[in-house]
């Protein structure tokens, strides 16, 4: 069992930066892949990036690809997203998730937890 708890989320300026992270319990944390992904009201969850239990190959999705950086640190039980400049369309509730079995996936059924997210508002 995993538990996942996101923090640093907030309200920013368009253009400006925040830096999420995400504190995992459990003693295997260093086996699990680990995501992030983010919804908006009346929309689908939906892939941010992902990264491998070693913390290479690192994945985005195109919307943020050069903007944001996912990192972990196995020895700290914890994953980052460091998020540069934002805009408004990056507003929403942003997740972090864990995948057992896999290398790191955009598909959200393959994350076994999920914490309860972290609200970024980027404002115009």
């Known amino acids: 069992q995993v538990q996942l708890v996101e923090s640093g989320g907030g309200l920013v300026q368009a253009g400006g930066s925040l830096r999420l992270s995400c504190a995992a319990s459990?003693?295997?944390?260093?086996?699990?892949?680990l995501g992030w992904f983010r919804q908006t009201p009346g929309k689908e969850r939906e892939f941010v990036a992902y990264i491998s239990r070693s913390g290479g190959s690192p994945y985005y999705a195109d919307s943020v690809k050069g903007r944001f950086t996912i990192s972990r640190d196995n020895a700290k039980n914890s994953i980052y997203l460091q998020m540069n400049s934002l805009n408004p369309e990056d507003t929403a509730l942003y997740y972090c998730a864990a995948d057992r079995w896999g290398a790191g996936t955009t598909r959200l059924d393959a994350y076994d937890y999920w914490g309860q997210g972290t609200q970024v508002t980027v404002s115009s």
């Open positions: 459990g003693r295997t944390f260093s086996s699990y892949a």
